[in-house]
């Protein structure tokens, strides 16, 4: 039996459960502002109440790897409970590990993530093209064949990202433009909407590209790092309607209380929803 591809999923989610992407980043500043150890015992807990809370209202949970493998395997372990209970609950599980790199070691990312006998099997996956858009073929095939997604890297909203993705290919596009255009060919025809996203910060002002890939255009950057809801409708155009928000630190800010974390990511849906629409 074919699954269901994953842009699909995610249209019904974000449509049912609302516009919003919720990181788990258990940066060491957080645990502490929520009274836990840097250690083991502090992440299980602050993950296990994340998604303990969120994972049955937002559409998309997005744990960044990293702050798990920092603790090594039991870290890992602690990351894998957590993609497993969070889809149980009904969420979709974006594993935020940018992963990018050539031949049979891509395929065995592909493999970790997107095999759903994995134990990290995820419903999509951060991916890196900048070795070419065709380092990312096992990815993208491992993808399709399971009803998965890859957001891959385009617009990112750290400054740095800008002396690589804008840069000039030799027909003139950005690099960044090169990518979306190899998503757009990705997508094509699909419907409701593709399983190949992009990553766009909204902290952009303007994106300066061709954002219809006919795919979701994952958003970083609401909250913290200074974006709002209010801005995506200059950033991403009539491409407004494709985004997935991502907010971290500013639901994340209001645990260890449950009751907290739920009211700040119902209102951050609420504004992307209001901001979207126009009213």
């Not at 249209?11 to 990181?23: E, S």
């Not at 990312?136 to 385009?154: E, I, N, T």
């Not at 909250?223 to 907010?247: I, N």
Request: with cysteine; net charge negative.
């Amino acid at each position: 039996m074919t699954p269901e591809p994953f842009g699909a999923r995610l249209r019904h989610a974000l449509d049912t459960r609302g516009p919003l992407c919720v990181g788990i980043d258990p940066h060491a500043s957080l645990l502490a502002s929520w009274g836990l150890d840097d250690d083991v015992a502090g992440l299980e807990r602050f993950t296990r109440t994340t998604v303990e809370a969120l994972a049955d209202r937002v559409a998309v949970l997005k744990p960044q790897s990293a702050f798990f493998e920092r603790f090594g395997s039991r870290g890992v372990a602690v990351l894998e409970k957590a993609v497993q209970e969070a889809r149980a609950a009904g969420a979709l599980v974006l594993m935020d590990a940018k992963r990018g790199d050539i031949g049979s070691t891509m395929g065995a990312y592909a493999a970790t993530y997107l095999d759903p006998d994995s134990p990290l099997f995820s419903d999509a996956l951060t991916v890196s093209p900048y070795l070419g858009f065709g380092s990312l073929r096992p990815a993208l095939d491992a993808a399709a064949a399971c009803g998965s997604g890859v957001f891959v890297l385009a617009l990112t909203s750290n400054p740095e990202g800008a002396e690589v993705q804008r840069a000039t290919a030799a027909d003139g596009r950005s690099l960044a433009q090169v990518m979306l255009d190899h998503m757009a060919a990705e997508n094509a025809g699909a419907t409701p909407l593709g399983s190949v996203g992009a990553v766009v910060g909204a902290t952009l002002g303007d994106a300066g590209a061709d954002l219809a890939i006919n795919g979701p255009l994952l958003a970083p950057g609401i909250g913290a790092q200074g974006a709002t809801p209010a801005d995506l409708p200059r950033v991403f155009g009539s491409a407004v309607g494709d985004v997935v928000p991502s907010v971290s630190r500013g639901v994340l800010r209001h645990g260890p209380d449950a009751a907290g974390l739920r009211e700040a990511a119902g209102r951050f849906a609420d504004e992307v929803r209001a901001a979207v629409s126009g009213s």
